[in-house]
T-cell receptor, first 116, second 115 residues
Framework: AQTVTQSQPEMSVQEAETVTLSCTYD???????LFWYKQPPSRQMILVIR??????QNATENRFSVNFQKAAKSFSLKISDSQLGDTAMYFC?????????????FGKGTKLTVNP | DTGVSQDPRHKITKRGQNVTFRCDPI?????LYWYRQTLGQGPEFLTY????????KSRLLSDRFSAERPKGSFSTLEIQRTEQGDSAMYLC?????????????FGPGTRLTVT
């Protein structure tokens, strides 16, 4: 079964600085998708960025970018120019089709606090 | 397109009572997922539908849980004889079929408290 590990339960960063959140995963599949979701306090889960495993180019969405290392099974999220509104729980998630099971598998999350 | 909606947003119930939650997916999304999220944890998969067919159920979904999607549109999740361990946020997500099947959009969740 696939597993997703986020080793940083909490992180903090000063406004306007850059922060990197770590994620590793375990799978025997070759084709899959990886995601970062953001869950602000008492608000719903929002998709931040996605990466398709067969694409070597790292995904970028405005201030958010990933460092996808397929061989190392690593998928980190970099937030540049951090803003107060980035304060949230961030979840790394894996989507694959092994055994016909098509669902998201989430890590335990990293609580990010952006300080003024 | 108003996004995924869930009702109610909060539910407080006494142990032993039955509760039912509703999820309305994004229109024309033929996949609908239910997840459970406990405090300090990531969401855990419960079950999913493609149209009206329930294709997979997690071992987390005990006999007290049942989900339906009768017409392939909205879905309901019922918990019978609630226990304190059922207290959690219940999240619904939907995704389009085919090329977009991997991309899930979440609703705001229903927070269940069992006293």
């Amino acid at each position: 079964a696939q597993t997703v590990t986020q080793s940083q339960p909490e992180m903090s960063v000063q406004e306007a600085e850059t922060v990197t959140l770590s994620c590793t995963y375990d799978t025997s599949e070759n084709n899959y998708y990886l995601f970062w979701y953001k869950q602000p306090p008492s608000r719903q889960m929002i998709l931040v960025i996605r990466q398709e495993a067969y694409k070597q180019q790292n995904a970028t969405e405005n201030r958010f970018s990933v460092n996808f290392q397929k061989a190392a099974k690593s998928f980190s999220l970099k937030i540049s120019d951090s803003q107060l509104g980035d304060t949230a729980m961030y979840f790394c998630a894996f989507w694959g089709t092994q055994g016909g099971s098509e669902k998201l598998v989430f890590g335990k999350g990293t609580k990010l606090t952006v300080n003024p | 397109d108003t996004g995924v909606s869930q009702d109610p947003r909060h539910k407080i119930t006494k142990r032993g009572q039955n509760v039912t939650f509703r999820c309305d997916p994004i229109s024309e999304h033929n996949r609908l997922y239910w997840y459970r999220q406990t405090l300090g944890q990531g969401p855990e998969f419960l079950t999913y539908f493609q149209n009206e067919a329930q294709l997979e159920k997690s071992r987390l979904l005990s006999d007290r849980f049942s989900a339906e999607r009768p017409k392939g549109s909205f879905s309901t999740l019922e918990i019978q004889r609630t226990e304190q361990g059922d207290s959690a946020m219940y999240l619904c997500a939907s995704s389009p079929g085919l090329a977009g099947v991997h991309e899930q959009y979440f609703g705001p969740g229903t927070r269940l408290t069992v006293t």
